[in-house]
């Protein structure tokens, strides 16, 4: 089984031929009701579309409300924008307010969901979804302060190491982030910005070309980070391979994981990746405006890395303590 490329070429395994196949084997028109009717009744995961509230049709603008039936919900797409509201988040939300009404700040350490932990329940899952060990997930903060916190301790430029390689058509608060960080350590994107673009006539960017580039480049080179799944063409990048040979070249690695957590199998400790950070509201379905997270390897826990210290930056056995 080949990989998938955005360009379609020379690849076994890409969405057109699955469903060839699956047309051929039930001898139903690929591009029929019947069709997609019998994906409906083969897919082992529809119960769960019930677990989500789906817009309706006549809540939506630009609809043109007389050709529709009022109950229907639309076709969503925008998962990548923004996921879909669970059925049960009311339910949820309502034992926090609760417990706030009911305890006020002895709520913070009382209660069904004590304030002082709410992202203990999180991180379980969190693990295995990132393919994280313990104690590598933290639930803080959004994507671009957790890219920005993250930076801090992970691109520190030298001389003779300065640069930060990154793809073409990255999110843009993510190129406003890495564009900053340069400049904040006194050089211009100019110098110390690689970008990392498709071939001409290309759609998606070519593994091979990232590794040429890190043996061209990779001793200049202080941090590289790239998207896990591309948001504009939804390429997957090879994690494994990118981390394992920018590191060989002494590059630091970490990855925007935005549209990659609850969207595709993740082994962040096996690939012994340095860092992630990612938001929870796209393929989390937390909500707009939803806590993000961050993932550093276990392999930097005893490192004194330079950082920004905050009160919730204690163990949380001597948080309360308000030791100096």
Request: hydrophobic share 35%; aromatic share 12%.
């Amino acid at each position: 089984m080949k990989s998938l490329n955005c360009n379609g070429k020379d690849e076994e395994l890409t969405p057109q031929n699955i469903l060839n196949e699956q047309s051929e084997k039930w001898k139903i028109p690929l591009v029929s009701e019947a069709f997609a009717r019998k994906l409906d009744e083969n897919d082992a995961l529809h119960y769960i579309r019930d677990e989500f509230h789906f817009p309706k049709l006549t809540s939506l603008p630009k609809v043109d409300k007389s050709r529709i039936n009022s109950d229907s919900s639309c076709i969503y797409f925008c998962g990548h924008s923004l996921g879909l509201q669970s059925t049960r988040v009311r339910q949820a939300i309502d034992v926090w307010l609760n417990d706030w009404a009911d305890l006020g700040a002895h709520g913070h350490i009382h209660g069904r969901n004590p304030f002082a932990a709410c992202d203990y329940p999180c991180i379980p899952t969190l693990q295995k979804l990132l393919g994280a060990e313990d104690k590598e997930v933290g639930v803080m903060n959004q994507l671009t302060s957790n890219l920005h916190f993250m930076m801090i301790s992970f691109y520190r430029p030298t001389a003779e190491r300065f640069k930060i390689l990154y793809e073409e058509r990255s999110f843009p608060s993510d190129e406003y982030a890495f564009q900053s960080q340069i400049r904040f350590h006194g050089y211009t994107p100019e110098e110390a910005a690689i970008t990392v673009k498709p071939r001409q006539n290309e759609d998606c960017i070519r593994t091979e070309d990232i590794l040429e580039l890190l043996k061209q480049h990779g001793q200049s080179i202080a941090l590289i980070l790239l998207s896990g799944v591309q948001y504009y063409t939804g390429q997957l990048f090879d994690i494994e391979t990118i981390t394992e040979a920018a590191q060989q070249q002494g590059c630091t690695v970490g990855w925007d994981l935005a549209h990659a957590v609850g969207n595709v199998p993740l082994k962040l400790h096996d690939w012994k990746v340095d860092f992630a950070a990612f938001c929870s509201y796209k393929y989390l379905n937390s909500g707009a405006g939803c806590i993000g997270g961050i993932f550093v390897h276990s392999n930097h826990f005893d490192k004194d890395y330079p950082r920004f210290d905050g009160w919730w930056g204690n163990r949380d056995a001597t948080r309360f303590q308000m030791a100096k």
